[in-house]
C-alpha cells in the first residue's frame, strides 16, 4: 500500500517539476561550508530533489539521500553532475527511522519536520558531528505537527554546541507562484565530543 506522503509528494513534483527540479542549494549550508570536516559523510534527510545534497557531491563529499518520494529521487537523480561524487539514494520514510549509531558527520533537515526523528539524528551524528535545521515556525491555524513553535527547535539541541540560531522572515514563492513571506527557523549545533 503507498504511504500518504508518498503519495502526496509524488502527486506535486510530477504537477512541479521545474519549481523543484531548479531549486537552488540552501543558503543555511552554501553560507556556512567552513565549518564542514573534508571528505564527511552527509545524510540529507527527506531531500526532495537534494540539490544540497548535489551541490556538497559537486564539491567532493559523500552524501546519501533519503526521501519518501520515488518522483523527487528520480529527478535528483538525472541530475547529479558527471563528475561529482556518488549519492546513494533511498526511498525512506523519515518521520520515525531507525539510523545507525554515530554514523554521520553532518545531518542536514531543510524544510521536513518530524518530531520523533529527533531523537534519532542526536544518535546517528558522530561527536563533533553537525546538524543543518531549517524549517518554517507555525503560523496561527497552521497544522501544529508540521511547523515549529518558536524556540523550539533550539530547546531540542540545548545540550548541543549552538552555533547558529535565528528566526528569520523570509520571501518563499508559493504553489500560486506569488512570493509571500514565511517565517523560519535556522540552526546550526555540534554534537558534543
Ligand atoms: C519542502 S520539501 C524539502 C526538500 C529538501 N529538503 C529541500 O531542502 O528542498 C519536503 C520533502 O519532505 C519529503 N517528505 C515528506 N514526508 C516524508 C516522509 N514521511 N519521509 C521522508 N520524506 C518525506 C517530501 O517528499 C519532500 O521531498
Known sequence: MPHPDALRWDERYSRETERFALR???HLLTSHLDLLPPNGLILDAACGTTSTGRYLAAHGWRVI???VSNA???LARQKVKKDASPVSFAVM???NPW???SHFDVILNFYFLSRPIIPTYRQALKPGG???FETYLR??????ERYLESQE???FFDDWDILHYIEVERLVRARSGYEESRWTAQLIARKPK
Request: proline fraction near 11%; hydrophobic fraction near 50%; aromatic fraction near 4%.
Open 24 to 26: 537552488a542549494p540552501r
Open 65 to 67: 539521500a533519503l526521501d
Open 72 to 74: 523527487a529521487l528520480r
Open 93 to 95: 520514510d523519515m518521520v
Open 99 to 101: 539510523l545507525p549509531e
Open 130 to 132: 553537525l546538524l543543518f
Open 139 to 144: 503560523e496561527p491555524h497552521a497544522n501544529a
Open 153 to 155: 527547535l533550539r530547546r
